[in-house]
């Protein structure tokens, strides 16, 4: 079955350094994929990135990237240079393309940036 | 603006009633998906429909239930509401298969 782990529940870092939020996924599948999701204290859900399990470069975007290994079943997020702006929740999420697409999230991350 | 369409933002209501919620996807997309977040459970799946039709079912209680209308917009309708059913829902939509959905800003249901 599917699943999604976000072991870090809560991550406090001061403004400017880099952190990483870990994901590692369980599937049957060798199809699939993997999704960053961020939600804001406002609580609206907003899409960062979607990978499929054949594309494992790694992906930068301004200040955020991406490390997807499959080898370890993990897809994790880093920012660099952090920003208070960043505090947020932030989930992972697996969707598995032979049975449908619906997507299951992880727990989520809680990440406070500290001014 | 995501340009999915959630209504009502707060609803606040008794135990033992019934709500409608309803979500308008964004033009063009024929999936609609909903997910329930409490604070124990996460991010929890409830339901999906793909241009008018059931497509997949999480773990959605028999007091929940749902459709999609010819216009695609969605309603999840929630009877016999306890306490726990208190939670932000959301409704999501997506254009194609596994690219990743688009989410509203969600429904706070509060149950007193």
């Known amino acids: 079955a599917q699943k999604v782990t976000q072991a870090q529940t809560e991550i406090s870092v001061v403004e400017k350094e880099d952190v990483t939020l870990d994901c590692v996924y369980e599937?049957?599948?060798?199809?699939?994929?993997l999704f960053w999701y961020k939600q804001p204290p406002s609580g609206e859900l907003v899409f960062l990135i979607r990978r499929n399990s054949f594309d494992e470069q790694n992906e930068i975007s301004g200040r955020y990237s991406w490390n997807f290994q499959k080898s370890t079943s993990s897809f994790n997020f880093t920012i660099t240079a952090s920003q208070v702006v960043d505090s947020a929740v932030y989930f992972c999420?697996?969707?598995?393309?032979?049975?449908?697409?619906?997507?299951?999230f992880g727990k989520g991350t809680r990440l406070h940036i500290l001014p | 603006d995501s340009g999915v369409t959630q209504t009502p933002k707060h609803l606040i209501t008794a135990t033992g009633q019934r709500v409608t919620l309803r979500c308008s996807p964004r033009s063009g997309d024929l999936s609609v998906y909903w997910y329930q977040q409490s604070l124990d459970q996460g991010l929890q799946f409830l339901i999906q429909?793909?241009?008018?039709?059931?497509?997949a079912k999480g773990n959605i209680l028999e007091r929940f239930s749902a459709q999609q209308f010819p216009d695609l917009h969605s309603e999840l309708n929630l009877s016999s509401l306890e306490l726990g059913d208190s939670a932000l829902y959301f409704c999501a939509s997506s254009a194609y298969y596994n690219y990743g959905y688009t989410f509203g800003s969600g429904t706070r249901l509060t149950v007193v």
């Open positions: 429909y793909y241009n008018g039709e059931e497509r």
């Open positions: 999420a697996l969707s598995e393309v032979d049975r449908d697409d619906k997507i299951i």
């Open positions: 599937t049957r599948d060798t199809t699939y994929y």
